[in-house]
């Protein structure tokens, strides 16, 4: 069999009693990415996974303890079909960049005064239309998070290198949620960029309808009051960004619980 339920102890499973195990008798990447394909295949012909999602593309499977892998450099444990990522639970990474501006009349205040907020195009196939950072993607396999950065920054706002070079790193954001596909396990690495006085970022890639310049004060209320209106894991990476900058303090109700939840889905 491909599959067995076994028993774990709180400590290893974080309270769970319960997991299963795939593959339990192969002992190599190429055993174990030979029985669960034959597993992929049985949900694909019993409708759990629709077959006009498959695209014949195996994606490289790392236990999370390694955090993300660079394709070839770590033998993985097998590699599954992409589409079948999410039905197992499998993490996905992505990378957020807030891009923040200094107060116009106050030049020399370093503290961030204002942020570029994108409009994700309405022709994109998730989250069209709503609010996001003024770069954001997801991590491909074959590069490292700093080369996704660099050519995110110059796909999705145009920015020049001496620009970019400023992109600093800021942490990782994780969440996890139950869709219909099964578990979505997100990781997020976060950026902060301070963007020049009058330097405007201009979308080349299509994924960008329009970029708008708010104080910090402006995108607070608007993910306070307006939140329907962002996409739900960039209104989180802004929460994150007030934190560590000041703008949310410890007598915020319920600091305690959002600065814990920012870390909660797979870290």
Same mark, same amino acid.
């Given at each position: 069999? %491909?599959?067995?339920?076994? /028993?774990? %102890?709180?400590?290893?499973?974080?309270?769970? &009693?319960?997991?299963?195990?795939?593959?339990?008798?192969?002992?190599?990447?190429?055993?174990?990415?030979?029985?669960?394909?034959?597993?992929?295949?049985?949900?694909? /012909?019993? @409708?759990?996974?629709?077959?006009?999602?498959?695209?014949?593309?195996? $994606?490289?499977?790392?236990?999370?303890? $390694?955090?993300?892998?660079?394709?070839?450099?770590? *033998?993985? &444990?097998?590699?599954?079909?992409?589409?079948?990522?999410?039905?197992? %639970?499998?993490?996905?990474? #992505?990378?957020?960049?807030? #891009?923040?501006?200094?107060?116009?009349?106050?030049?020399?205040?370093?503290?961030?005064? %204002?942020?570029?907020?994108?409009?994700?195009?309405?022709?994109?196939?998730?989250?069209? /239309?709503?609010?996001?950072?003024?770069?954001?993607? @997801?991590?491909?396999? #074959?590069?490292?998070?700093?080369?996704?950065?660099?050519?995110?920054?110059?796909?999705?706002?145009?920015?020049?290198?001496?620009?970019? &070079?400023?992109?600093?790193? *800021?942490?990782?954001?994780?969440?996890?949620?139950?869709?219909?596909? @099964?578990?979505?396990?997100?990781?997020?690495? *976060?950026?902060?960029?301070?963007?020049? $006085? /009058?330097?405007?970022?201009?979308?080349?890639?299509?994924?960008?309808?329009?970029?708008?310049?708010?104080?910090?004060?402006?995108?607070?209320?608007?993910?306070?009051?307006?939140?329907?209106?962002?996409?739900?894991?960039?209104?989180?990476?802004?929460?994150?960004?007030?934190?560590?900058? @000041?703008?949310?303090?410890?007598?915020?109700?319920?600091?305690?619980?959002?600065?814990?939840?920012?870390?909660?889905?797979?870290?």
């Amino acid at each position: 069999s %491909g599959v067995r339920m076994v /028993g774990l %102890g709180s400590k290893s499973a974080r309270g769970a &009693s319960t997991a299963v195990r795939l593959a339990p008798g192969a002992n190599s990447m190429e055993a174990r990415t030979t029985v669960v394909a034959e597993l992929v295949q049985y949900l694909v /012909g019993d @409708g759990h996974i629709p077959a006009a999602k498959v695209r014949d593309e195996l $994606q490289d499977v790392h236990p999370l303890s $390694q955090g993300f892998v660079i394709e070839g450099s770590i *033998t993985p &444990s097998l590699r599954l079909e992409r589409a079948a990522m999410i039905y197992f %639970g499998i993490p996905s990474y #992505g990378v957020h960049v807030n #891009g923040w501006v200094r107060d116009p009349d106050r030049p020399d205040d370093a503290r961030p005064w %204002g942020m570029w907020v994108a409009k994700r195009s309405m022709s994109k196939a998730t989250y069209a /239309g709503l609010l996001d950072q003024v770069v954001a993607g @997801g991590q491909p396999s #074959g590069i490292t998070f700093v080369d996704n950065v660099r050519k995110e920054c110059e796909e999705e706002a145009s920015f020049p290198p001496e620009v970019i &070079s400023q992109v600093r790193q *800021t942490g990782l954001i994780s969440y996890r949620y139950t869709t219909r596909k @099964g578990l979505s396990t997100k990781i997020l690495a *976060t950026y902060d960029l301070e963007v020049p $006085q /009058g330097l405007l970022p201009i979308c080349s890639d299509g994924e960008v309808d329009e970029f708008r310049l708010l104080s910090i004060s402006e995108v607070l209320r608007s993910v306070r009051e307006e939140l329907p209106l962002w996409k739900p894991n960039s209104a989180m990476v802004v929460v994150d960004f007030a934190i560590r900058h @000041g703008f949310i303090d410890f007598d915020e109700p319920g600091y305690m619980e959002i600065a814990h939840l920012l870390r909660k889905g797979a870290l």
